[in-house]
């Protein structure tokens, strides 16, 4: 193409496409027929060394099926699709708050988009072109008389065309055929390499161009090169105003032996992931069998044999390194004589990286980090002459510019790269989230209800972390974004920083703050935190009467925890307390109407005379502040939780360490673990005071308290069996993940997050909750999460999310788009903070 600048540099004549017509997934060029085909991207992160293993081999087996072949890999990047994204989560979030104060919806979706267009986040594409067939006389004759291909040529291409689509479809690949417009993409993104990703396709949508139509790839894009130029300067046309890019080519020099799947690092042709800007991929090779490669490897060891006897003949020692070779060249032929068909092939080719920027100095830059990167992993990137033929290798159809850098390679090393490899977490549907910082930077998107709605499994998510691991950023930001969609939500938060989020003026309208310690006493009556079934949910009468039985139980089961939980660890421990209280509570027969003033009338009735002993010390109980919440009066009139979100408070509630035995609580520690399980019941009346389908969200922080008590437990495994019917979301906060798997909810998980964790015997429970192997060092990757302990820098937590289809990968939480509520949920002290509350503690004498 004819350049548009000034000497020095001298511009490249327009280079005409090798390419002749597209039909489909068939790409024809003179003399050859493409078939190109897309592959899915498959997960490497927090996999076990055998899972690892078994994609790669399956990857190379697939590539040794190819024999015979000359395949080209191209690997791109796609920006994610934020504008279908936003769309699709609109239709989603039908009964979306429709704000007259602060940030509106709109609004809302148009500040995520602009976010992750800056955040440069984008999905990995895979393509693969394997050549078919090469084309004859008779065949390019006929193209050439009718415009296209004939159909007899298209018939003689069919069994191959099947026989290679087999191939590419085997597990470890699992490509599909390209449609013409994935096609059409590759194409204007080759073409244009470096400059933005093509947004606007042809509208007409047929599967075929003809050579007279192909000229639309390439009439936008201008090459200018300099005769020994490290970059090629790319120009588009397509815009309003030219964009330049200067794009430098790189290609895999020598590279030592490549273990398989290597625990310690991401497959080598995956690493440039890694990488904070883009890299992509073109790699042409032929694929030869054990058969084909062995006659090459053959004169190679008839030439050290030779050598060998040289030395021989002159009473001379060999070099080490001889005998070395004349070793490697021996199992090599022995694999390719009597080994499997995987570990037979060879491959004997190219391999390509480029990358690119506004500037020649900023793009050579980048070619020192990729090369840079490359040492730790034993690969030697170069960076040769001839940019604009390495360049345009990048085009599919068009052959090799040099025979430089040829690599010859077992077939699963080229396998051990997995191209293919990348983070893949998040159900692509939710509200943004944060993005993957493992080997790759994706976004990660959240939907709530995506596992009971579609997958219709259960709605329970656990989040589990230490101190500062930031569970309630994270919990903060999933509520934020289900309540903004209109999804009624209920947080219990007993130390209270969620409650700023009913102060966020595009919430506060519909927000409602219930601090329990100061609510009316009777609040949290055992009895009446359990909802009454409501018959219009159920079918039948029986349904409805088993219902009704159930939550009876439940009532009785929970104010028998309550009262043992108020009584001192001594009074307890008696037999007698458990068999007097269970027939006081028995008697109540587990009605809604019931309260502890009946369960102490019956005590007092029992002939046992420890009856009345129990029942003394709950009137003495009943008259402390915070116990007053279990003992209604006559006149109690229930708080209602029925606004859109409501967030269940506990002021000045002290809760008792997990390391102190129970006999050396407080009075105040000894109400706080009633309290808190009686408040956990009383959030569960949002999910059954409202329709079954109806979506719904309740979160519970501090569930470690729940697992050591029986109704905790029940709570827990209801939760589990109904969310799914009643469509509701359930986060569950706690500290070890032990709390939640010792509640038996395993079965129950459709998703969970897990924070920075640095004991490791917590470490091993929370992978098992997370399903992924342990004692192979994941357990340190968990205590290096958010290993930064300062502010919430941008709410950059770190998670392993583990999503509803199984995926696992780190993530790491982004609120930097949304700078409101950033500011509610940093619970981390500045230092005015800190200097305000030393002058709090020394004026009460806490401190010097």
Known sequence: MLGRHRPPVEPVDRARMALREINGNLAFTDHEVWAWFQLPTQPWAFRSDAQREQLVLGYGEALAWLAGH??????????????????RLDRLSPAALKATVGTGWSDHLVRAQQHLRNQTMAEKEVFLGVRIASRPLTGRIASAVLHRPGSREYARLKATLDRVSEAIALPGMEGRPVAAKEMEWLLRRSVGLGLP????????????????????????????????????????????????RHVAVMSVGRLEEIEVADPGHEPWISHTDRLPFPVEWSAQFDV???VEARQSIQRKLLVVRDMQRHYAEHDLDEPLALDRQATHARQAEDQMTRGADVAAARIHGWFRLAVWAPTENECLERVRKVTSSYRGRRVTIEHPRGQYGLLREFIPGEPVSTAAYKRRLPALYVAAGLPTAA?????????????????????????????????????????????????????????????RRGIPSVVMDPSGPLARLTGLPELAPVSRHVDLTNATPGTLNPFEVVPQPYPAIYGTADALEEAKILAAQDRKLLAMDVIKMM?????????????????AVRQTRGVRTSSLWDVVRHLEALEEPHGKVVANYLKDMAELPLARLFFPPSTHIGVQLD???????????????????????????????????????YATRAVYGRPMPDRKLVALDETHFLG??????????????????????VLAASQNPSDVLGMDVANFMSAAFVGRIEDEEAAHDALRMLRVPTGVGYERALATLSSHRGAVNGGSREFVMRDVDGHVDKIRVDLAANQGLLEALNTTAGPADAEEELRQLADAGDVA
């Open 197 to 244: 990703s093509p947004q606007f396709l042809s509208p007409v949508g047929t599967e075929r161009w003809d050579g007279d139509d192909l000229h639309a790839f390439s009439d936008e894009v201008d090459y200018v090169a300099a005769p020994l130029g490290r970059t090629t300067r790319v120009v588009g046309h397509r815009s309003a105003e030219a964009i330049e």
């Open 70 to 87: 000359r395949v080209h890999l191209r690997v791109t990047t796609r920006p994610y699709p934020a504008a279908d994204w936003a769309r």
């Open 708 to 729: 050591e008590w029986s109704a905790g437990r029940a709570l827990f495994t209801r939760l589990g069996r109904d969310s799914r019917k009643w469509n509701t979301c």
């Open 423 to 483: 983070s893949q977490v998040g159900d692509r549907r939710g509200p943004y989230v944060g993005y993957t910082a493992g080997s790759s930077r994706r976004a990660v998107m959240f939907d709530t209800h995506y596992a009971t709605e579609v997958r219709e499994t259960s709605g329970l998510v656990p989040v589990v972390g230490g101190l500062g691991a930031g569970k309630s950023v994270l919990l903060g930001q999933v509520v934020y974004e289900a309540v």
């Open 288 to 290: 030869l069998s054990g």
């Open 643 to 681: 606004a859109p979100f409501t967030v269940l408070t506990m002021s000045g509630l002290v809760l008792p360490p997990r390391n102190v035995p129970r006999e050396h609580w407080s009075t105040s520690e000894q109400l706080a673990v009633p309290l808190l399980h009686l408040a956990a019941w």
């Open 567 to 583: 009584l001192p660890p001594s009074l307890d421990a008696m037999p007698l307390t458990a068999l007097v209280i269970s027939d």
